[in-house]
């Protein structure tokens, strides 16, 4: 499935590769604006086993958004791909959700990475 979509303000690229969905987030996401990364991060898709963020380009993440991201984290791994932002590092600073997540310096490496087992 490749998908790509957004409006003015966020653009949402979703691809797969094997069991790893890749989706790739720009610009701004706030309540009024996630509708593709709801879709793209549906935490009741069959047959992924990881999802991987692209972060690199997102410029705003409200807490809508950062919830949406959380949701598959619940059963199975979520990796952050790229730099992240600034602003959504401290985002995942402040709220403690960094921990939910597990990080990568590129889409390629996130989608191999060996991670530690989940903790229940």
């Known amino acids: ?3 790509q979509s957004g409006d003015a303000r966020n653009y949402v690229e979703t691809r797969a590769d094997g069991n790893v969905r890749i989706i790739v987030m720009a610009g701004e996401f706030d309540m009024d604006t996630v509708g593709e990364l709801r879709t793209a991060m549906d935490p009741e898709v069959v047959g992924i086993e990881r999802f991987v963020l692209d ?12 919830s949406i991201m959380l949701q598959p984290a619940l059963n199975r791994p979520v990796v952050l791909a790229g730099t992240v932002p600034s602003r959504l590092a401290r985002l995942l600073e402040v709220t403690g959700a960094g921990r939910a997540f597990a990080t990568s310096p590129s889409v390629a490496e996130a989608t191999v990475v060996t991670l530690p087992p989940r903790r229940g």
Do not use: Q
């Not at 972060?55 to 950062?66: E, K, P, Q, R």
């Open 1 to 3: 499935m490749d998908t």
């Open 55 to 66: 972060v690199s380009g997102v410029t705003f993440v409200d807490s809508t958004a950062l």
